[in-house]
C-alpha cells in the first residue's frame, strides 16, 4: 500500500514535445506529491509539487495534474529541450512522515 | 533558497576504515534530516531519519551500528560509515525538510563513496 508506481521507465521525446510521465498510488493518505528531477551524479532537485486540494498546479513549463479519485498524477513538460534530459522521480507522503519514491523514468530530449 | 549541502562530494578510502560525510542546511532549519543511498539507474533508499537532538531511526535491513548517524543542530547531520567494505562503495544522499512553509524536502548534491 505504501507503492508508489511510475512509468515509463524511459521515454524519449523530440526537443519542442510534450513530456508525460505518470505515477499512481493506493495509500490513500498521502496528501503531499512532489515530483524531483535528477542529473547524472547529482541530487535530486525538488521541482513541483501537489497536495490534493488542487487539480492541478503549474510552474513554468512544468505541470502537475491530479486526479484524486483514480490515485494518479503526472508531469507534463511543455516544449521539452535536451537540458530536461534527467531522471524524474515522482514521490508521495502521509502527513509529514518520508517520501515513498517512484522508481524513476529515465527522459531523453533529441534535439 | 532551499540549499542543503553535503562534503565530501566523493571519498575513496580503504577497506576497514571509517568516513563521515557531513550534511547541511544552508538558509533553512531542518530538524528532520534523511540519508538515503542510490545504486546506478535506480531509485532512492531511504537508510535512516534522523530527528535533531535524538537517535535515527533506521530502516529495516541497514545495520545501525555500521551507519552512525549524528543530527546535532538544526543545520546539520552526519553519517559515518564504519569498517567499510567494497560493498558500501554507492551514492550517498542526504534531504532536509524545512520546518517552515510546507514541510518541503530538499536533497544534498550527494557524496559518492568508493571502498578499496
Redesign the interface.
Known sequence: QQQVKQSPQSLIVQKGGISIINCAYENTAFD?F?W?QQFP??????LI?I?PDVSEKKEGRFTISFNKSAKQFSLHIMDSQPGDSATY?CAARPG?S??T????T?LLVSP | G?V?S?HPSWVICKSGTSVKIECRSLDFQAT?M?WYRQFP????M?MA?SNEGSKATYEQGVEKDKFLINHASLTLSTLTVTSAHPEDSS?Y?CSA?DNGG?????????T?LTVT
Open positions: 503531499y512532489p524531483y551524479g547529482k541530487g535530486p532537485a525538488l509539487a497536495r522521480f509529514y518520508t517520501l519514491f517512484g522508481k524513476g529515465m | 532551499a542543503v553535503q528532520t534523511f539507474k535506480q531509485s532512492l531511504l531519519t551514492f544522499i525538510r510546507g514541510y518541503e524536502q530538499y536533497f544534498g548534491p550527494g559518492r
